[in-house]
């Protein structure tokens, strides 16, 4: 299973990267609006730390001939990008001229089954959906996981399905379970997800009797 972290922070892609545990990144124009500056000299520099990663760079143009356009210029930026467009009915005409034209797609926004099946069809690399905000409307996001995950293996579609709108660990542990191909987290979910306080406490209790022992020297 891949991990992305979900941020245009080049700071913490940089740290995390080095650490062979990040296989890619996916931002948004918030996080892009977030972190200010160019936004295009941003997402160069993200596909430079990960080029051997998948980095998602989401259109911003609504009407769908200017998302076609723009979808085509954010692909041509780097090999490692793949265009985020959302799982509205209005683009699917473009999303399909997209995916024949060989732009990698993640199909974000992505918040029921037959939507999935819908884009899977259609032939898009990725398919997002957003666990967290579907948790919100009072559904069971990681169920609908779950269900992309049988209905891809089920019908043997080559979409990847990559689990986004993750809110904690437990989140994230659930959609690990649930079969995703791919899970993108914030990096503060990320961290935590590293840890454990029966980790921190067994490395004390080692320490404390290592001390006991006296020695100077080991080995």
């Known amino acids: 299973m891949k991990i992305f972290l979900d941020t245009a922070n080049i700071g913490l892609i940089k740290r995390w990267a080095q650490t062979g545990l990040i296989d890619g990144v ?17 997402v160069l520099t993200i596909c430079d730390i990960l080029p051997l990663g998948t980095i998602s760079v989401e259109i911003t143009e609504t ?23 959302p799982c509205h009915a209005k683009y699917y ?24 099946l819908m884009m899977a069809k259609l ?7 957003f ?5 919100d409307k009072g559904a069971d996001g990681v169920e609908v996981v779950r269900q992309l995950r049988h209905m891809l293996d089920w019908y043997g579609f080559e979409t990847q ?9 437990a989140h994230l542990e659930r959609v690990i379970l649930a079969g995703t191909d791919i899970a993108t987290v914030p990096t503060t979910v990320f961290e935590q ?9 067994g490395m ?10 006296n020695v100077s020297h080991f080995p």
């Open 193 to 201: 997800s590293l840890e454990h306080p029966l980790t921190d406490a």
């Open 26 to 42: 996916t931002t948004n124009p918030t996080h892009l609006s977030k972190e200010g500056g160019n936004p295009t000299q941003t």
């Open 204 to 213: 004390e209790q080692f320490l404390t009797d290592w001390k006991k022992l």
């Open 63 to 85: 009407d769908p001939e200017s998302v076609y356009l723009q979808a085509r210029k954010i692909a041509a930026l780097s090999d490692n990008i793949a265009v985020k467009v």
């Open 161 to 169: 399905l990559l689990a986004a709108s993750i809110r904690d660990t």
């Open 123 to 129: 032939g898009v690399d990725y398919i997002s959906p």
């Open 131 to 135: 666990v967290g905000r579907l948790d």
């Open 93 to 116: 005409t473009i999303i399909k001229k997209l995916v024949e034209e060989g732009i990698t797609l993640n199909i974000t926004l992505v918040f029921s089954l037959a939507q999935g």
